[in-house]
């Protein structure tokens, strides 16, 4: 704990020495250079109280240029911490990067060898890292480099050399020249090494703030999608409804007008039951068409409604065929229309019921009217090697190939019937619809003239 307590005045004064100079505007790359920077001025000041604080302990007889090399780091690196405590960086790095190289120069330039070759060195190093400019690193680099060569490579002999004079001196010399080369490339290196972590870890964080923002794209993409397919949806609906109830409009009021006159006739004018007879037939005409039309427009809305299912179950097609003979067998007879069955025993389906009798009570209902009289209408089931086929077979009108494709579109396709029978063309719709929900396909055979088959396919059970 004590250990800790005094490191911590230590470490707090590391810090003010580093942050000298630090604004808030710079950038990271800075404030990191600027940190080393002053880490490297301050050991430099140290150097230059250190130096001739060991000379005078020595014996005290140094040339003039030797306490110059001792007294320089101090005042230039001290100059330099000012500067930048006044933020005057560049000035700054102008002084250490001439000051350094020329002063160490004009020191050999007295014909004196100190041994602090090693420190041009040390000046070519740092210019590449802590300059912006490759104008000024280029000029700082080249200046460093003449002082080296001028000094130890073209001039070797000099008057005084320090190793002769004191050994301890010139040893302590490129002992420092060393160290310094080291604690500053370890500084970088550090730095770098911190800034390429904090890189890493924000690139890290960008990549998944970039997977989120995919994701959520995605996901924006996946709803519009979907809210654009919806909206077709709903926009298709609202054109049906629209047809629809432009039908309802027309098509319901006729029964109920024609009843309506007929009561008022009889209430007016005491109509005789001969009358009534004879006007009975088109009511119940137009009534079993308003029924028909009424059941449709049920199971269409039934069918529209969210959540609605297929209740699928065994069938026995044979009787449910039964069932729809018995049901529009009136309205056949009215027409004199015969109709029959062609059913091979044993055939069943598993479907929704109430769907299939409504598919079977549509076909049959559009096969008589579009059937003249004395016509035949066959409803019938096969199997197959892949399916179980229902069947409505007609001897009618026929239908054109052009209108083949217009039956089971969203235009509710519709022609009058051979007694001028009026129709929505919802039903056809409803039989396509039903007959895709229990997983079959409806298909049309027809030929002008001579009548028309429609096929059910559905799976075998």
């Known amino acids: 704990m004590t250990n800790m307590s005094l490191l911590k005045p230590l470490k707090d004064f590391r810090r003010y020495i580093m942050r000298i100079g630090i604004q808030p505007a710079m950038d990271a790359q800075a404030i990191r250079k600027l940190y080393i920077f002053n880490q490297i001025n301050f050991l430099g000041f140290l150097t230059g109280i250190c130096l001739p604080a060991a000379a005078f302990a020595g014996n005290g007889y140094l040339p003039f240029v030797a306490w110059v090399v001792c007294f320089s780091p101090g005042v230039i690196s001290l100059t330099v911490l000012i500067l930048n405590h006044y933020y005057k960086h560049e000035l700054s790095m102008f002084i250490y990067f001439t000051c350094y190289p020329l002063t160490t120069a004009l020191v050999y330039a007295g014909n004196v060898d100190v041994g602090i070759e090693l420190f041009f060195i040390l000046y070519s190093v740092l210019s590449v890292f802590f300059l912006k400019s490759f104008k000024f690193i280029s000029l700082a680099f080249m200046l460093s480099a003449i002082c080296y060569f001028s000094v130890y490579i073209f001039h070797k002999e000099y008057e005084y050399r320090i190793e002769n004079i004191s050994p301890g001196f010139y040893f302590a010399n490129h002992l420092l020249a060393i160290i310094f080369i080291f604690v500053g490339l370890i500084l970088i290196k550090k730095e770098s090494t911190r800034y390429q972590k904090r890189i890493l870890g924000k690139n890290r964080k960008l990549q998944e703030i970039y997977l989120r923002v995919q994701q959520q794209k995605s996901d924006i993409n996946s709803k519009a999608a979907l809210l654009e397919k919806q909206t077709g949806e709903l926009t298709a609906l609202n054109e049906i409804k629209d047809k629809l109830f432009s039908i309802i409009a027309h098509d319901l009021r006729t029964p109920i007008y024609s009843l309506r006159n007929l009561f008022r006739n009889v209430e007016k004018y005491d109509l005789p039951g001969d009358e009534i007879k004879l006007l009975l037939p088109d009511i119940v005409k137009d009534l079993t068409y308003t029924t028909s039309l009424m059941e449709n427009l049920l199971q269409w809305a039934k069918s529209q409604m969210a959540g609605a299912s297929?209740?699928?179950?065994?069938?026995?097609?044979?009787?449910?065929?039964?069932?729809?003979?018995?049901?529009?067998?009136?309205?056949?007879?009215?027409?004199?229309?015969?109709?029959?069955?062609?059913?091979?025993?044993?055939?069943?389906?598993?479907?929704?019921?109430?769907?299939?009798?409504?598919?079977?009570?549509?076909?049959?209902?559009?096969?008589?009217?579009?059937?003249?009289?004395?016509?035949?209408?066959?409803?019938?089931?096969?199997?197959?090697?892949?399916?179980?086929?229902?069947?409505?077979?007609?001897?009618?009108?026929?239908?054109?190939?052009?209108?083949?494709?217009?039956?089971?579109?969203?235009?509710?396709?519709?022609?009058?019937?051979?007694?001028?029978?009026?129709?929505?063309?919802?039903?056809?719709?409803?039989?396509?619809?039903?007959?895709?929900?229990?997983?079959?396909?409806?298909?049309?055979?027809?030929?002008?003239?001579?009548?028309?088959?429609?096929?059910?396919?559905?799976?075998?059970?």
Do not use: W
């Open 310 to 461: 297929v209740n699928a179950e065994l069938i026995d097609v044979e009787h449910m065929i039964e069932e729809v003979k018995q049901l529009l067998r009136l309205q056949a007879e009215s027409k004199k229309v015969y109709l029959g069955s062609k059913v091979e025993s044993g055939v069943y389906i598993f479907a929704d019921k109430d769907m299939m009798n409504l598919v079977l009570r549509n076909l049959v209902s559009n096969a008589i009217k579009f059937t003249p009289e004395n016509g035949e209408i066959n409803i019938g089931a096969k199997q197959t090697t892949d399916a179980i086929q229902l069947f409505v077979e007609d001897t009618g009108t026929g239908i054109p190939e052009e209108s083949i494709s217009k039956l089971f579109g969203d235009d509710f396709y519709t022609t009058k019937g051979t007694h001028n029978e009026s129709g929505t063309g919802l039903g056809l719709k409803l039989c396509k619809d039903f007959i895709n929900k229990n997983g079959g396909k409806i298909k049309v055979h027809s030929t002008v003239g001579s009548g028309s088959t429609f096929v059910c396919s559905l799976p075998i059970p």
